[in-house]
């Protein structure tokens, strides 16, 4: 079974406006993280923000938010004021207690921001 | 902030050579090295987890003797593709978390494009 699921291969957002980019998880443990990265069309992975499990506040970075709902295993993406620069894939990724500290990823979403 | 480096950005090279891909972290001792590789329009996947001084652990699938990661010091580890193919062609990530971070993000290095002719 996957253990991150992003639902939405693409996406579209007219610019200023706001955006939420999808990921549920899966997992029986109780401490894990919860990561968003960016990835522009060069390649580089952007972190954005991060979300621990016991964290009761929700993440924000900026313009960036993690709607992150524990009891529905989501954590989403919000995006205000979207500039055309956040065009990009996006990725949700989790890392799941251990020493390997390894991050699963989901499959992206392709975010298009419209001028 | 923590700064990763990978290089070569791009190689192309004939079926049947060797390259080798380094990647080192510039600022902050990494105990722990990842490597991906990612295909066009699709996610991340992870190939091996490099620890320093000890073998790294591939993932399932993944062929030892072809994909070599040696992980000699803190900073630096690299990944050699030996008698590379045309199917190899990809863009390889590597990516250290740093031990002092408690939440475990990585960070990632450029990435390398690989072309085999």
């Known amino acids: 079974a996957q253990k991150i699921t992003q639902t939405q291969p693409g996406m579209f957002v007219q610019e200023k406006e706001a955006v939420t980019l999808d990921c549920t998880y899966d997992?029986?443990?109780?401490?894990?993280?919860l990561f968003w990265y960016k990835q522009p069309s060069s390649g580089e992975m952007i972190f954005l923000i991060y979300?621990?499990?016991?964290?009761?506040q929700n993440a924000t970075e900026g313009r960036y938010s993690l709607n992150f709902q524990k009891a529905r295993k989501s954590a989403n993406l919000v995006i205000s004021a979207s500039q055309l620069g956040d065009s990009a894939m996006y990725f949700c990724?989790?890392?799941?207690?251990?020493?390997?500290?390894?991050?699963?990823f989901g499959s992206g979403t392709q975010l298009t921001v419209l001028p | 902030g923590a700064v990763v480096s990978q290089h070569p950005s791009r190689v192309i090279c004939k079926s049947g050579t060797s390259v080798k891909i380094e990647c080192r972290s510039l600022?902050?001792?990494?105990?722990?090295m990842f490597w991906y590789r990612q295909f066009p329009k699709q996610s991340l996947m992870l190939m091996a987890t490099?620890?320093?001084?000890?073998?790294?652990?591939?993932e399932q699938g993944v062929e030892k003797d072809k994909f070599l990661i040696n992980h000699a010091s803190l900073t630096l580890s690299t990944l050699t593709v030996t008698s590379a193919h045309p199917e190899d062609s990809s863009f390889y990530i590597c990516?250290?978390?740093?031990?002092?971070?408690?939440?475990?993000?990585?960070?990632f290095g450029p990435g390398t494009r690989l072309t085999v002719t």
């Open positions: 997992t029986s443990d109780q401490s894990y993280g």
């Open positions: 990516s250290a978390s740093d031990r002092e971070v408690h939440s475990g993000e990585q960070y």
């Open positions: 990724a989790m890392r799941e207690p251990g020493s390997a500290r390894q991050l699963t």
């Open positions: 490099s620890n320093e001084g000890s073998k790294a652990t591939y």
């Open positions: 600022d902050f001792q990494a105990t722990t």
């Open positions: 979300q621990g499990s016991y964290d009761e």
